[in-house]
């Protein structure tokens, strides 16, 4: 048969089918919370325009910055600030949807740019992929290679240039989780080695930098910490405190749960200094982080060539004068003294020649790219930052003074680009521009002043805006970004690292890469200022209200399957349905033919149908397959064929209010993981769907009949209809109906029922009743993350292990990235525990597999990693589920 890539699942997506469409500086999307406006962000850049220090924080995922030091530090202090997390957060666990793998680690690269814009920090990562939980930081080193991650930090401090470093982890085994202890070890190498360039040539890594001071977070160990500082500082222009800020900024991790109260009054930060090489040498002397650190103009001014340090001079003198004169509601009057400024900003910039080395990947060679600059053409780093940081804040304040906005609009959100990627010049999309003037003086546009690849409209020549109106330019763009993961384009090494290198821009500027942003070029009272905008489809929500959503190329057919991994019966009859949808983005019809390819085994009722689909329309086509498949992976795939050019991709839209959408990008087939598993006879389970739980459609393919159950329903359904109750993963932390109902699903189980409950965060103690009978768990609750640890079977008759199918050695194998989570570790004994298992050099645990008859019925606790097992397709946990739901169900149901 024709092979085609098969697309893995969209919720645990492999490396070679994910692509993603990421954030765009400045859009406003969906329900994401605007930044700061009109005087209270202008009041902020103008205090910040001068400010020269850099802090730059360093830990392992998502979530694990710390938000009070980072929103006191940039919105409170002005510094530039920066966050370094070393993984995008794949391996995590999801609250708000089913995505897993690298579809997760694309959304939680979305909240840490949404936590960013709230708290005003930049975004970094390295190329380490979040393989799962780890237990050490030795086991950590086995998945990632720590020369190529320590040299990831080497080039972020090179490139943020900070004066001082944070570590929010210790990078000792009371990090608990091994990925932190790593991110806590490789910060403080990279404290000390970032100057090395014998180790990290400059030409690889960019010029060397030393930091002058190394902290970590106390915020575990207050009496530990030698300075503090009051994150829950009030600021009377933003109209909250910084830890306000900060609780908002974190509650942005929603895929994890991590919403918190915006609490008031003083609210303390701790830091342990760790090493210097300045400032005062007792740590409990300092006064501030930057204490021994002159980043005063004073200091500047001595670097700057003798020439230009008059015209530096007069423009600190011009700032005094502006901050003093700057009213909030007639921002006009500092129009004029800013341009200047930003004038005087520059021509010390110039005098600095083209700026010092900077690393840049981009598939041409790293240091041997065209587009990095030779060392040897080098400005002083510490200085070239300083006045680089300045002349941006300047720029920033005159557009917010002078109230200028740009905005590009489209008619639609996709572009449609041929497969293979390719653009027709007959394929155009228009964009309409428009300048608005909201100030008080005239601005002008030369040449009608946009520009963007592959942008093209009618010259308009120079253009002068009046104050309070606006100019529209209809443009036609005839290429659009595919708006996919920039870190994805290789791929991933051994699974563990992403291939493609990191270089000296941060999250945003790297995501311009692949975005489609147009520039307008617009001089204010005089000075020339860049304005860049994305590309959007706007609209309004009944609901949310006006939503912009950043216009993507994306292929002219596309083709999803239903699923992109499903279970067979091996060695039975198939009969199955399999749906393929099949969407075009032309804005005229398009005929295709539609085919399915089969593995050995399995017909369909036709190989090919064709459709004609509308502008922009979708269809959805039925194939029937029949036949019997032997035991193992097998690939299933569909095409779409259109004026001769075969479409074999299609998107998974990602859309979350919080965030930007995103179009996950997989080939269009799917696995089939054929099983030998044997349905328990006359079963019929009745199934409340946890967190990222795929046990309702494992179950339909096994051909088990199971009925969803909404926990409202609980109370007054005939649960007597089900042999078994199944409860998803995590179910009890997020449906509270069913907590309050849970005394109905114990009723069930005495009556005759099988109640399966999967695990729940923790401790599932914090909801009393929930258990029938005691269960306790250590502060870290206990987990096996080696997927392949040793499992030993403590009751081998037991039903569970050998009804309908016998579960043996084979069933273990295969699994992926953990055996089991959130296990107990106190049971009490009326649990038969029917399964053990550990990590290395750890103890025993006997909490996976838990069962206790409950009345004439049965209750089973399940801390097996299903929710994981179950999308990879993995045999053993097909079975195991098979058996799980088994129930009673030979015997007479439950009456209720």
Do not use: C
């Amino acid at each position: 048969m024709t092979r085609l890539p098969v697309a893995p699942s969209t919720r645990t997506i492999s490396a070679a089918a994910l692509a993603a469409a990421l954030v765009v500086p400045g859009a406003s999307l969906t329900a994401q919370v605007a930044p700061e406006r009109g005087a209270a962000a202008l009041g902020s850049a103008l205090a910040g325009i001068g400010t020269t220090g850099r802090v730059l924080t360093v830990a392992a995922h998502p979530d694990d910055e710390d938000t009070p030091i980072i929103a006191w530090l940039a919105r409170g202090r002005h510094v530039e600030t920066a966050y370094l997390s070393l993984t995008r957060g794949d391996g995590g666990q999801n609250l708000i949807g089913n995505e897993l793998g690298e579809a997760l680690g694309a959304i939680r690269t979305q909240e840490l740019l949404a936590a960013r814009r709230i708290d005003g920090g930049t975004q970094y990562f390295t190329r380490a992929y979040d393989f799962g939980f780890s237990k050490n930081a030795e086991e950590t080193y086995q998945h990632w290679p720590k020369d190529s991650i320590l040299g990831d930090v080497v080039r972020v401090v090179r490139a943020f240039r900070p004066h001082v470093m944070i570590a929010f982890f210790s990078g000792t085994p009371r990090d608990g989780h091994g990925h932190h202890q790593v991110s806590g070890l490789l910060a403080r190498e990279a404290y000390e080695l970032a100057g090395d360039t014998v180790r990290f040539p400059s030409r690889d890594f960019g010029l060397p930098w030393t930091p002058q001071k190394f902290y970590r977070s106390a915020r575990q160990a207050p009496d530990s910490a030698t300075l503090r500082v009051n994150t829950g500082e009030y600021d009377p222009l933003l109209g909250r405190s910084y830890f306000e800020i900060a609780a908002e900024s974190r509650s942005q991790h929603k895929s994890q749960g991590f919403g918190v109260l915006q609490r008031k009054g003083v609210i303390w930060g701790y830091l342990s200094r760790e090493a210097t090489r300045t400032g005062p040498a007792d740590a409990r002397a300092e006064r501030s982080l930057f204490d021994g650190i002159d980043t005063t103009w004073v200091a500047i001014r001595n670097r700057v060539p003798v020439a230009a340090q008059p015209v530096l001079d007069s423009a600190l003198q011009t700032l005094t004068f502006l901050r003093a004169e700057y009213r909030a509601a007639n921002p006009a009057g500092v129009v004029q003294p800013l341009a200047r400024i930003l004038g005087q900003f520059r021509r010390v910039r110039h005098t600095l020649g083209s700026g010092p080395f900077v690393y840049i990947n981009d598939g041409l060679g790293g240091g041997n790219s065209p587009n990095a600059r030779r060392a040897q053409d080098e400005a002083d780093p510490a200085l070239w930052a300083a006045i680089a940081t300045t002349v941006a804040r300047t720029e920033q304040a005159l557009v917010l003074a002078a109230g200028v906005v740009v905005e590009a609009t489209a008619p639609r959100g996709t572009f449609p680009v041929r497969e293979p990627v390719k653009v027709d010049v007959n394929d155009t999309l228009p964009v309409t521009v428009t300048v608005f003037n909201r100030g008080r003086a005239p601005i002008f546009l030369r040449n009608a002043g946009v520009a963007g690849i592959g942008m093209r409209g009618t010259d308009q020549g120079d253009v002068t805006i009046a104050p309070d109106s606006a100019h529209v330019m209809p443009r036609w763009a005839v290429a659009f970004a595919s708006n996919s993961p920039w870190w994805r384009a290789k791929g991933r090494q051994q699974q563990d690292w992403f291939q493609q290198p990191i270089d000296s821009r941060d999250e945003v500027a790297q995501q311009e890469k692949v975005s489609t942003v147009l520039q307008a070029f617009v001089q204010i009272a005089g000075e020339p200022v860049t304005i860049t905008t994305p590309v959007v489809y706007r609209y309004a929500d009944p609901v949310k209200g006006d939503l912009q959503i950043p216009v993507s190329a994306v292929p002219g057919i596309s083709v999803n399957l239903g699923s992109t991994m499903e279970y067979m019966r091996a060695g039975v009859p198939v009969d199955r349905d399999v749906p393929v949808r099949v969407t075009s983005s032309y804005p005229h019809e398009a005929k295709v033919a539609v085919r399915i390819l089969l593995p050995d085994g399995l017909t369909a009722d036709t190989v090919e149908r064709e459709r004609t689909l509308e502008a922009q329309g979708s269809v959805l086509v039925t194939f029937r397959v029949r036949g019997t498949i032997k035991a193992g992976r097998h690939e299933l795939g569909a095409m779409a064929l259109h004026e001769g050019t075969m479409s074999t991709s299609g998107p998974y839209l990602v859309a979350y209010d919080h965030i930007t959408p995103m179009r996950l990008y997989g080939a269009s087939g799917m696995y089939l993981s054929a099983v030998e598993v044997k349905r328990p006879p006359r079963a019929r389970v009745g199934y409340v769907e946890g967190v990222g739980d795929a046990g309702v459609k494992a179950l339909e393919q096994l051909d088990i009949t199971v009925e969803r159950l909404e926990p409202a329903m609980l109370g007054s359904t005939d649960l007597s209809r089900f042999t078994s109750i199944v409860i998803g993963p995590r179910a009890y932390e997020t449906r509270e109906l069913l907590v309050k109902n849970n005394a109905r699903l114990l009723e069930y189980a005495r009556r005759g029922g099988t109640l399966v409950v999967q695990y729940g965060a923790q401790n599932m103690n914090a909801f009393p009743g929930i258990t029938p009978y005691p269960l306790q768990w250590a502060p870290r609750a206990a987990r096996v993350t080696m997927e392949d640890a040793p499992v030993t079977v403590r009751q081998p008759a037991h039903p569970l292990l050998t009804s309908p199918n016998r579960i043996g050695p084979d069933d273990w194998a295969g699994w992926v990235q953990e055996r089991a989570t959130y296990m107990p570790s106190t049971i009490d004994s009326r649990y038969a525990s029917l399964l053990r298992m550990n990590d290395p050099e750890e103890p025993a645990n006997d909490g996976a597999l838990l069962a206790a008859p409950l009345g004439k019925g049965r209750y089973v606790y399940v801390t097996l990693a299903l929710f994981r097992q179950l999308p990879a397709g993995v045999p053993g946990a097909a079975r195991l589920l098979a058996n799980l739901v088994a129930g009673q169900a030979l015997a007479i149901p439950p009456k209720m």
